[in-house]
């Protein structure tokens, strides 16, 4: 697969290292060139350095690891060259106080899919530290980290799916891009407790067998017990 990254940030480095040494063809766009070229030696195999336009082109999907804020006006300028293409969103509108900058507006996903209507806009990966994303792979008490993804395109959320795999982890299916703004809620609300609190955050959640309360059985009789 041909991977075009936007950007040369840590979320750059740590999915594109996967994915190159997964064998998909990765072409690092940049603003500042020199980055490009220092990220792409560092992940070595086919990755490539590029200007963000020629990024944008050469990917069948194409990953913005840009912060919240620059990546609407980056995507709106490459919109033409990255119609009908996957377009994979992995930032986090998280501003002071671990307040969600989109309030009750659109979310970040749905700003790059009215930035550039012609693409496939996908949620994934904005769930994590980017040093998690760089465990290879990411298993945490034996069990590989689950990636929701959010999308409207069924041959673009398989084409992330492949990807999130292709990382170490299970994706999971998180719904319509509509519901990525939840996704990015959690990730204030995670990141609050991880690092405003010190909370254990998965600890909130109980396992899937109690998710919808739990179940007790009919307590038996003395009678039923003896039979």
């Known amino acids: 697969m041909r991977i075009g990254v936007l950007g040369t940030g840590n979320m750059a480095d740590a999915l594109a290292t996967h994915w190159v040494r997964a064998g998909h063809d990765v072409a690092v766009g940049g603003r500042d060139m020199h980055k ?12 490539k350095p590029v200007s963000l336009r020629a990024a944008a082109e050469f990917g069948q999907v194409v990953l913005a690891a840009l912060p ?8 709106r300028e490459l919109r033409a060259a990255m119609d009908g293409k996957v377009l994979i969103d992995c930032s986090n509108p998280v501003g002071p106080g671990f ?3 989109t309030g009750s507006g659109l979310s970040a996903a749905q700003q790059l899919a009215a930035a550039a209507p012609g693409t496939h806009v996908v949620k994934a990966f904005n769930l994590c530290h980017e040093d998690v994303w760089r465990m290879s792979p990411p ?23 492949q990807l999130v795999q292709h990382v170490g982890c299970e994706p999971v299916a998180g ?4 519901r990525a703004g939840l996704l990015e809620a959690t990730a204030a609300l995670f990141i609050g407790l991880w690092i405003g609190e010190g909370a254990d955050a998965q600890a909130i959640a109980p396992p ?4 919808a309360g739990p179940r007790y059985e009919e307590p038996q009789t003395t009678e039923k017990a003896l039979r």
């Open 139 to 161: 298993i945490f008490d034996g069990r590989r980290l689950a990636v929701p993804v959010c999308g409207d395109d069924e041959t673009a959320l398989a084409l992330v799916h």
């Open 175 to 178: 719904g319509s891009l509509e």
């Open 99 to 101: 307040r969600l900058l």
């Open 36 to 47: 490009a070229e220092r990220l792409a030696t560092r992940l070595g195999g086919s990755a």
């Open 208 to 211: 899937l067998a109690y998710a």
């Open 68 to 75: 919240f804020g620059a990546g609407t006006g980056v995507v």
